[in-house]
């Protein structure tokens, strides 16, 4: 949990990366893999923490934890996903039953989804680095066909109340969330080589930017937020970091604007209900921070600055400072941008949002 969260924890790291390590040194994720010298339970135990390391790797690629994927794209000759079925161990030891329930048929879905969206979504990330005009058109196309195909048993019924079928919600968002990072890369990309095309995928960017603040709306809602897993809360600090980027550009036009400066507070009260995590702790500061600078919103530029500094005296340090001092670590990424010059703060200072332009092309 401590990567899917977006933490920079030593410990984390060490045991992700020896694990990623032995994996790859084993060859248990190639369908040629030898499974005669092991037994079928081993071997399904193989499979499971493979795919596991999978979505994990292009989870972190996308949230920006990582710099590229220690994994790599090509997903031909990976072992084939296991059916829901076989992630539910047939038996669990007594001394482990307390910190390790059993899952629900449902949350075994969820997983299994899950690592399909990661596919997708390092499948669509090598499309775009192509450069294929058609990029666009096979992200939109690739996200729409496994939205179709999810699950039945994830589907909400009619009338449900969501929080009675929490992970639909959850994968949707994660989808959303991916094809934001993608649209976002697409539309930077042809800013100066096609025009038409950077418009498209801004408009494609934002109508899923706006997807995502209607499923932030509906947990606010139905005051779900306690028991979404850190997948759907770090959507917020990421649609806010975009709603920024509207809102900060003066070519954009003041209705959009106006617009950005509603859904940037919801996301602003969905962060403080869960500012008890640190990812989104300093999410919510830097975002303070920023609205404080720019006076975007009066009322919110007197709420918590961190380490109770005052606008004053944030502007003679930088966010990237306190933004990694807050996961004890240097700074990996030192570089100007130039959507938010004028302010001094880079959308890579928000946490978990990604995806940064450095790291696209080592991927």
């Given at each position: 949990?401590?990567?899917?969260?977006?933490t920079?924890?030593?410990?984390f790291?060490?045991?992700?990366?020896?694990?990623?390590r032995?994996?790859?040194?084993?060859?248990?994720?190639?369908?040629?893999?030898n499974?005669?010298?092991i037994?079928?339970?081993?071997?399904?135990?193989?499979?499971?923490?493979?795919?596991?390391?999978?979505?994990?790797?292009i989870?972190?690629?996308?949230?920006?934890?990582?710099?590229?994927?220690?994994?790599?794209?090509?997903?031909?000759?990976l072992i084939?996903?296991p059916?829901?079925?076989m992630?539910?161990?047939?038996?669990?030891?007594p001394?482990?039953?307390?910190?390790?329930p059993?899952?629900?048929?449902?949350?075994?879905?969820y997983?299994v989804?899950n690592c399909k969206?990661a596919?997708?979504?390092?499948?669509?990330?090598?499309v775009a680095?192509?450069?294929?005009?058609?990029?666009?058109?096979?992200?939109t196309?690739?996200?729409?066909?496994?939205?179709?195909?999810?699950?039945?048993?994830?589907?909400?019924?009619?009338g449900?109340?969501?929080?009675?079928?929490?992970w639909?919600?959850?994968l949707?968002?994660t989808s959303?969330?991916?094809q934001?990072?993608l649209?976002?890369w697409?539309?930077?990309?042809?800013e100066?080589?096609?025009?038409?095309?950077s418009?498209?995928?801004?408009?494609?960017?934002?109508?899923?930017?706006y997807?995502?603040?209607?499923m932030?709306?509906?947990?606010l809602?139905?005051?779900m937020?306690?028991?979404?897993p850190?997948?759907?809360?770090?959507?917020?600090p990421?649609?806010?970091?975009?709603?920024?980027?509207?809102?900060?550009k003066?070519?954009e036009?003041?209705?959009?604007?106006?617009?950005?400066?509603i859904?940037?507070?919801?996301?602003?009260?969905?962060?403080?209900q869960?500012?008890d995590?640190?990812q989104?702790q300093?999410?919510?500061?830097?975002?303070?921070?920023?609205?404080?600078?720019?006076?975007?919103?009066?009322n919110?530029?007197?709420?918590?600055?961190p380490?109770?500094?005052t606008?004053?005296h944030?502007?003679?340090?930088?966010?990237?400072?306190?933004?990694?001092?807050?996961?004890?670590?240097?700074s990996?990424?030192h570089r100007?941008?130039?959507?938010?010059?004028?302010?001094?703060?880079?959308?890579?200072?928000?946490?978990?949002?990604g995806?940064?332009?450095?790291?696209?092309f080592?991927y």
């Amino acid at each position: 949990m401590t990567g899917f969260s977006g933490t920079r924890d030593k410990d984390f790291s060490y045991w992700y990366h020896n694990a990623v390590r032995l994996a790859i040194k084993m060859g248990i994720h190639h369908q040629s893999f030898n499974t005669h010298e092991i037994d079928s339970a081993t071997y399904r135990l193989y499979q499971r923490i493979w795919w596991t390391l999978y979505s994990r790797d292009i989870m972190l690629l996308f949230s920006g934890v990582e710099n590229k994927s220690l994994l790599g794209s090509s997903t031909e000759s990976l072992i084939a996903l296991p059916p829901a079925e076989m992630w539910v161990p047939e038996n669990i030891s007594p001394s482990c039953a307390s910190v390790l329930p059993p899952l629900t048929l449902l949350e075994s879905l969820y997983f299994v989804e899950n690592c399909k969206l990661a596919t997708i979504a390092s499948q669509c990330l090598s499309v775009a680095k192509s450069g294929s005009p058609n990029s666009l058109a096979h992200i939109t196309e690739a996200f729409s066909t496994w939205h179709a195909s999810v699950s039945e048993p994830l589907l909400p019924n009619p009338g449900q109340d969501p929080r009675d079928n929490r992970w639909h919600m959850v994968l949707i968002a994660t989808s959303y969330r991916f094809q934001c990072m993608l649209f976002r890369w697409l539309k930077k990309h042809w800013e100066a080589k096609d025009s038409l095309l950077s418009e498209n995928a801004n408009s494609c960017l934002k109508l899923a930017m706006y997807e995502l603040d209607a499923m932030i709306g509906r947990a606010l809602a139905y005051d779900m937020l306690r028991n979404l897993p850190i997948a759907f809360l770090i959507c917020a600090p990421a649609v806010l970091a975009l709603h920024l980027e509207i809102v900060l550009k003066s070519a954009e036009p003041d209705d959009l604007k106006s617009r950005s400066l509603i859904y940037i507070q919801q996301s602003l009260i969905c962060m403080k209900q869960c500012r008890d995590l640190p990812q989104i702790q300093v999410a919510l500061g830097v975002a303070e921070w920023v609205l404080a600078k720019k006076a975007l919103l009066p009322n919110w530029s007197r709420e918590v600055f961190p380490n109770g500094e005052t606008p004053h005296h944030t502007v003679r340090r930088s966010s990237r400072d306190w933004f990694y001092s807050a996961h004890n670590t240097e700074s990996q990424i030192h570089r100007s941008q130039d959507d938010l010059a004028e302010t001094g703060v880079g959308l890579d200072d928000f946490l978990v949002f990604g995806l940064p332009e450095n790291m696209m092309f080592d991927y």
